[in-house]
């Protein structure tokens, strides 16, 4: 049944590519050229095609470009070796960059211009996108007229780094959902895979002299309903169940398949931390002050988190060199990454053989030892004749020699560190290109971490900054999209977080910033869609999905609807209806002053693109009055929307301090107050919990206040397990013109917490006065 949808739907794609007259629609193509000059008509791949090439080289890559016609066109376009004369020729150039191509199509031809094989399949991958997308069915979608416009295109990268991160330790990737990966990877001509293959949560490659490694690292304990921040740790003896791994056959076929593609795969093997899984297998890695059980961690780890190889210990040294041993042996790349990120020192300041270590080398503290360790372990790499690639913690201490640094934290500043010291390094900043952030209006999205990085937020990234030096430029060799797998239950959902962001990453990566265009792009981006839809790839549609903004405004509520496509219409209804392309179309944002449920939704030529916006606005005394001397976050409190479950989607109040928080609500008259209410979120995997004490006061001048109400938690009332929305209420029956409420936090969360030692959060919506 699925390859058949599939072939309808490549069909019925292939029929509207092509216009009523015969002509092509406008070239669309991701990552965008750095020119192109469009012809007049098409070229026609039939049967009778011939591709001339020079050497058995190009002919190699030209035949996985015919294979998309073997499969989806039911025929194989004719190859001829050590040829000139053919439909479709590719010439050497030498002039031209590495990667660089010169694509010239018309009605009777097809020239392709490139100095290396790279540039060849770049070029054959733009043809690729140029065909009509049923190129990538599986079955032959008969009656599709294999046709690409006439069209002179001059292109080359931007940056000669232009990678994607895919984490497979802690939810670990099938093959053959990594290998599709990897063929949408080169049609974005992105040339790096960065596979992080070993943490605290899983084992996933063969490592032959170390069978345990994926006998037991490879496995762990399951816990259902429970996400990766709320997962307890393994108790001794417990059942664990296997969660996969790579044998060394599935690497040499993984390398192979990229190779083919021209994609590097780069191995990351962690050290000194997220050690877990390995040292799971073989404790006596860890330092032997540790007294906790070792298992691999089915999520956070708490405070098993701080076990990690010992830096005292020999053996740990020959253990990782021979892992590397085997590790140079599956992968050609030029590159081992050796991780060296979120390293805690926890036991290697109590660790008689660490401190012994540190004596002997004359290190002044924990953080140097992380630098001896790296340091030598990146000299063996080296001896192999590979490349040192690691986090930008490493800049912490003395970075190993010509190490490449990976800027991850924040924007990824840490990494300029590096470069200001000769290093060079990859700009891959959590903060826009860590693609487990929310992709679109959190209402809409699975569950993960943190903030948003939006697909426009991520086309919108200018790694190079205008006060960098020409050193500082000359070293950044690119950027890198990086996906963590800790809220991923199955491949599906791998894909859903990669695309379509990993094609802004692409743009970014190849495209000079003179040629980038958010409204080409997204013209473009719609015809690579197609192509994935007959992949069948699952890739997220929240780039029509609409972000809302309810801001109390004079007693009332300004009501925003916003979305990143400048190409929809946005319909709205007040009266609890659902929109339709004729309801009433936003222009501008509007406010309310009652409470109405707004439903709201996208549109493109009469058809709904996005999901529907449900806004049920309410209201209370509170709703739309004055916070005073307040944050404008503390506004959200009194804007008329309740806060979802995720406590980051732009509806809850938060502090950077929990210890002791307070605001002032002014009633704007004196009123009589029944009840308060205050709702506060539990979310126990993020240690976000309610206060331990809140009291309410009252004043009628701003100045003298009387305490009318307040309540206190004991710490088993507080840290409690799940994620819940819990409405704390207060009788107040008294009256008062100004409200003030005072938040006392939790402190640190208990050790027994996934979050030992953190101080817990505090988030707040609404509050509520009857």
């Known amino acids: 049944m699925r390859d058949a949808y599939l072939f309808i739907l490549g069909l019925l794609l292939s029929v509207m590519a092509v216009a009523a007259d015969g002509q092509v629609q406008p070239v669309s193509l991701i990552p965008c050229p750095v020119s192109m000059t469009q012809g007049t008509g098409n070229f026609e791949f039939s049967a009778k095609t011939t591709i001339a090439v020079e050497n058995k080289e190009q002919a190699e890559i030209v035949r996985l470009f015919s294979d998309l016609f073997t499969r989806a066109a039911g025929f194989t376009p004719k190859l001829k070796v050590d040829s000139k004369r053919g439909d479709v020729r590719l010439s050497t150039d030498k002039t031209l960059k590495s990667e660089a ?54 292109d080359e990268p931007r940056f000669g780094y232009r990678g994607l991160m895919v984490d497979v330790a802690r939810f670990f990737i099938p093959k053959e959902n990594l290998l599709r990966i990897i063929d949408c990877m080169g049609m974005l001509k992105l040339n790096a895979l960065h596979l992080h293959l070993v943490d605290d949560n899983g084992w996933r490659i063969e490592i032959k002299k170390y069978p345990l490694l994926t006998e037991i690292g490879s496995r762990r304990v399951d816990r259902p309903g429970k996400v990766f921040p709320e997962r307890r740790n393994q108790r001794q003896g417990e059942q664990t169940v296997e969660k996969g791994f790579y044998t060394q056959d599935d690497i040499r076929e993984i390398v192979a398949y990229a190779a083919a593609r021209r994609i590097e795969v780069i191995p990351e093997i962690e050290m000194p931390a997220h050690s877990n899984a390995a040292l799971a297998a073989y404790p006596l890695l860890a330092c032997p002050v540790v007294d906790k059980y070792i298992g691999v961690l089915p999520g956070l780890g708490g405070n098993h988190a701080d076990i990690i190889f010992c830096a005292g210990n020999d053996s740990v040294f020959t253990f990782l060199q021979d892992v590397i041993d085997e590790v140079v042996e599956l992968f050609p790349s030029r590159y081992i990454h050796l991780g060296g990120d979120e390293a805690r020192k926890t036991h290697w300041e ?238 501008r944002k509007w406010t309310v002053s009652e409470p109405q449920t707004i439903k709201s939704a996208t549109f493109k030529e009469g058809k709904q693109m996005g999901e529907t916006l449900i806004l049920p606005i309410s209201w209370n005394k509170a709703t739309a009055k004055r916070l005073l001397r307040s944050n404008p976050v503390e506004r959200l409190m009194v804007n008329g929307v309740r806060g979802s479950l995720k406590y980051t989607d732009s509806e809850w109040a938060s502090w950077t301090r929990n210890d002791s928080i307070s605001f002032t609500l002014d009633l704007r008259d004196r009123e009589h107050i029944q009840t308060l209410s205050l709702g506060c979120i539990n979310n126990f995997g993020m240690g976000v919990h309610k206060p331990k004490n809140i009291e309410i006061w009252l004043s009628n001048d701003d100045i003298e206040f009387w305490k009318v109400a307040g309540k206190a938690y004991a710490p088993e009332e507080i840290f409690r397990e799940g994620t819940f929305i819990e409405d704390i209420p207060f009788d107040i029956e008294d009256a008062a013109r100004y409200v003030r409420v005072i938040l006392y936090g939790a402190g640190k969360c208990p050790v027994t917490h996934v979050r030992p030692g953190q101080e817990a959060r505090i988030c707040i919506d609404e509050l509520i006065i009857k």
């Not at 140029?130 to 690409?148: D, R």
């Not at 809302?548 to 209806?577: A, M």
Request: hydrophobic letters at 35%; proline letters at 6%.
């Open 101 to 154: 191509y010169r694509l010239e199509i018309t009605p009777k031809k097809i020239t392709i211009e490139a100095s290396d094989l790279k540039g060849f399949f770049y070029a054959l991958q733009s043809i690729r996108q140029l065909l009509p997308p049923a190129i990538e069915s599986n079955a032959v979608a008969s009656g599709t007229g294999w046709v690409v416009p006439a069209i002179t295109i001059t």
């Open 350 to 587: 109590q660790c008689p053989l660490c401190q012994a270590r540190m004596k002997k080398e004359g290190l002044q503290n924990e953080e140097d030892l992380q630098g001896y360790f790296m340091a030598r372990m990146g000299k063996y790499v080296q001896s192999k004749g590979r490349e040192v690639m690691g986090w930008d913690e490493l800049t912490n201490t003395q970075i190993p020699e010509g190490a490449i640094i990976f800027g991850w934290q924040g924007y990824g500043q840490a990494a300029l560190k590096a470069a200001k010291q000769g290093h060079r390094f990859v700009m891959t900043p959590a903060r826009v290109l860590y693609l487990i952030r929310y992709q679109g209006p959190q209402w809409f999205e699975p569950l993960t971490y943190f903030g948003n990085n939006t697909l426009k937020d991520v086309y919108d990234y200018e790694p190079v900054e205008r006060n960098w030096t020409p050193q500082m430029r000359s070293l950044l060799m690119g950027i890198q999209g990086s996906l963590w797998t800790e809220f991923c239950n199955k491949p599906e959902e791998v894909e859903y977080l990669i695309f379509p962001r990993l094609a802004a990453v692409a743009e970014g990566a190849w495209t000079y910033p003179v040629y980038k265009d958010w409204g080409k792009f997204l013209n473009s981006l719609d015809n690579f869609s197609k192509h994935l839809d007959i992949k069948g790839i699952n890739y997220a549609r929240s780039m029509y999905n609409i972000q809302h903004t309810v801001t109390p405004s004079d007693g009332k509520l300004q009501i925003t609807l916003e979305c990143i496509r400048p190409d929809v219409e946005i319909r709205y209804t007040t009266d609890g209806s659902t929109p339709t392309s004729e309801s009433t179309l936003y222009t």
